[in-house]
Nanobody
Framework: QVQLVESGGGLVQAGGSLRLSCAAS????????MSWYRQAPGKQRELVAG???????KYADSVKGRFTISRDNAKNTVYLQMNSLKPEDTAGYFCNIPRPYGPDYWGQGTQVTVSS
């Protein structure tokens, strides 16, 4: 059974930083791409950042230069370092494993709130 458990969310002032973690179990972690999505109230869920098995990364334009995704295969964990946070970054953040031949795996999410 695949489980994704996010942590690290919280309340931070604008300009501050947070690091999110997503611990995966029940899957051969190192061979899987991992992604972070976010969803703000009343908005669609959007891709924030992704990292493939080779370590190549991609980012939404809105977070480029501020967020960094990384992975530690020894710990089965993917991270999202978020710097220079803005109020518009406020959202639930979800860890994701994309699957081309079945439904994606999702974590339960962690809330990030950025105050102005």
């Amino acid at each position: 059974q695949v489980q994704l458990v996010e942590s690290g969310g919280g309340l931070v002032q604008a300009g501050g930083s947070l690091r999110l973690s997503c611990a995966a179990s029940g899957i051969f972690f190192r061979s899987n791409a991992m992604s972070w999505y976010r969803q703000a109230p009343g908005k669609q869920r959007e891709l924030v950042a992704g990292i493939n098995a080779s370590g190549n990364t991609k980012y939404a334009d809105s977070v480029k230069g501020r967020f960094t995704i990384s992975r530690d295969n020894a710990k089965n964990t993917v991270y999202l370092q978020m710097n220079s946070l803005k109020p518009e970054d406020t959202a639930g953040y979800f860890c994701n494993i994309p699957r081309p031949y079945g439904p994606d795996y999702w974590g339960q999410g962690t809330q990030v709130t950025v105050s102005s």
